[in-house]
DNA sequence: AGTGAAATGACCATAAT
DNA sequence: ATTATGGTCATTTCACT
């Protein structure tokens, strides 16, 4: 698939993590290269997917959304098919700021923004516990975001 | 606070959530703005808070994170000074990519990454357990990211 | 609109394999 | 020799006033 990361790399995904949008410039200087190799290696990184995209971190609070959920999930043991299209149904709503399948007690986690309670119910009520194949939903409001969405951490080797 | 986002606001917005690094001029002619006043723009939603950084989404598994779990933490009763420090050691381990207080049964949750299984037990055993305070300790793998880090909606007013 | 800075690509140098 | 690294320079494009 490729071959190992350079210590410029890991450096160069170090900063890019927490400076999405630095200059490539300012990103070589940083990491002690030049402009065009630094640039070079960014690419690669891209093109390897190693470097999924970028985002810009947007503050919910000043979008509206003051209530931030998570959302447990149980599934009724059904044929395969029916988790397929519940779980494209689940992507498809916006509420839904991130969702992954478990092992164990839970089977769905979503993690999920709402202008407020109310429309939170409206959500939780109107178009989770409606989907089929849904057994069981429970939500715990967030109370504070203690660490929210850290870098991924870039080992030294 | 700040006057109400413009519709080219918005947009910014929702363009730059996934695609972080476009340039002000790409930007610019996708949301239907001269460079100008689209920079313009982007500044002041920087200055303004709304957009509260950028970052570049790298690939856990190319960074050799094969494990991701849930770990639910229920707490004891005890001193809030208590509660304060757990909560700065968990902010401190680098495993631990996201963590949130909740409202209800789990006191918090934390999103972690391991290289492998081995090292998410003694993660959890030897770094979670033993924090003064903890009274239980829950873990889930994840075995899919059905949406994995989406953008915050940007509702048109 | 204009000026200085940045991005980008072609090409060169060095070192390790 | 080949591969991986990094650098320099020249040109186009962009950021910013």
Request: net charge neutral; proline share 6%; aromatic share 6%.
């Amino acid at each position: 698939m490729r071959r190992p990361l350079s210590p410029s790399d890991r450096r160069i995904l170090r900063t890019l993590q927490n400076e999405g949008r630095i200059t490539n410039a300012a990103l070589a200087e940083k990491v002690g290269l030049a402009a065009s190799p630094c640039l070079r290696r960014l690419k690669a990184l891209e093109d390897d997917g190693i470097i999924e995209g970028y985002r810009a971190i947007v503050s919910r609070k000043a979008l509206g959304f003051t209530v931030e959920a998570f959302v447990f999930i149980k599934l009724e043991q059904s044929e395969p098919g029916w988790r397929t299209r519940l779980v494209e149904r689940l992507k498809d709503y916006e509420e839904v700021i991130a969702c992954h399948a478990l092992a164990g007690e839970v089977d769905l986690i979503v993690h999920a923004v709402a202008k407020d309670i109310e429309s939170f119910g409206e959500f939780t009520m109107n178009r989770l516990l409606t989907l089929p194949g849904v057994a069981d939903v429970r939500s715990s409001f967030v109370l504070s975001n203690i660490k929210p969405m850290a870098p991924i951490p870039v080992p030294d080797h």
